[in-house]
């Protein structure tokens, strides 16, 4: 005897396409949800990225330098150390970093719009790389406050840098303060 195969029915075929529905909305949910968390820590890691790199890069130059100068004319500008820029003398290095007597590298800190950055000018014997470089290009605030008004009796700074960036629904901000003591002080 001769079976006809049996085809599927028409409540079979809609609970099918019902349960196929079903499974491709979550994984839709699923994907939009993971595409959100995914745009939230990459923005947040380059707001707190931002911060940390701009903290590091000052507390690198600060604590070898001698002196918070109250101005530099520098190759392409003049800098003044207020609350928002700072300009400090650095005893200059050899390629060993032993430090050469009588000579000194000039840095600037300074925002411009939210992008911060920082300006070096070493001495002809020094082995640091001259140039001006982009440290954060999320900057919201950033700030110096210094322990002593008279510029040649500074020790030690306070810096605090705010960062900000946004996703599509909210504003994310870090900030990092710091009090950081100069060379021999």
């Not at 028409?10 to 609970?15: G, H, K, Y």
């Not at 207020?82 to 009588?102: F, H, K, Q, R």
């Amino acid at each position: 005897m001769r079976t006809i195969p049996r085809a599927f029915t028409l409540i079979e075929m809609m609970i099918v396409i019902a349960v196929g529905t079903a499974m491709l909305l979550i994984l839709g949910v699923l994907i939009f949800n993971f595409n959100k968390t995914a745009i939230y820590q990459q923005t947040l890691s380059q707001s707190s990225g931002s911060a940390s790199a701009l903290m590091r890069e000052i507390k690198s130059l600060t604590l070898p330098a001698t002196f918070v100068l109250q101005t530099h004319t520098f190759s392409s500008a003049t800098h003044t150390s207020s609350s928002t820029a700072l300009v400090l003398e650095i005893p200059s290095i050899n390629s060993s970093g032993t430090v050469i007597a009588n000579t000194y590298d000039y840095a600037a800190f300074y925002v411009v719009g939210t992008k911060a950055y920082r300006l070096l000018e070493p001495d002809a014997l020094s082995a640091r790389a001259s140039g001006t470089k982009l440290l954060s290009s999320t900057i919201s605030a950033l700030t110096f406050t210094y322990n002593n008004a008279s510029f040649p009796a500074i020790s030690a700074i306070t810096a605090d840098v705010q960062t900000q960036a946004s996703t599509t629904q909210e504003i994310l901000t870090d900030r990092r303060t710091e009090q950081i003591r100069l060379r021999n002080h």
